[in-house]
């Protein structure tokens, strides 16, 4: 099973980026996708989440109307394509995927986790 989380990279604020998680070693469509962040000193952080099919989503509240979650199932990868950024929204941004189902927001209801990719939002 493996999770690997791309696309981070240092950005102004108000500008974008599109982070990407390739899955490999298992069902991808099988599981919801989330994606969590954690910032220096800080709890991890629940980001979006989408359903299996992709069909629903979901968002914490610092970043809803902002970010969008998404998926292709034909290629195992999930998406977050983050807009008007912030600095507080510096942080390793993590992809992990759950079976449980429902809106699962807290890190210990997923089952695998990817390394991790750092966004740095700063002028």
């Known amino acids: 099973v493996q999770l690997q989380a791309s696309g981070g990279g240092l950005v102004q604020p108000g500008g974008s980026l599109r982070l990407s998680c390739a899955a490999s070693?298992?069902?991808?469509?099988?599981?919801?996708m989330g994606w969590f962040r954690q910032a220096p000193g800080e709890e991890r952080e629940f980001v979006a989440r989408?359903?299996?099919?992709?069909?629903?989503?979901m968002y914490g509240d610092s970043v809803k109307g902002r970010f969008t979650i998404s998926r292709d199932n034909a290629k195992a990868t999930g998406y977050l394509q983050m807009n008007s950024l912030k600095p507080e929204d510096t942080a390793v941004y993590y992809c992990?995927?759950?079976?449980?189902?429902?809106?699962?927001?807290?890190?210990?209801?997923?089952?695998?986790w990817g390394r991790g990719t750092l966004v740095t939002i700063s002028s």
């Open positions: 989408i359903s299996r099919s992709g069909a629903g989503a």
């Open positions: 070693g298992f069902t991808f469509r099988s599981y919801a």
């Open positions: 992990a995927v759950t079976n449980t189902v429902g809106g699962v927001t807290t890190p210990h209801q997923y089952d695998y």
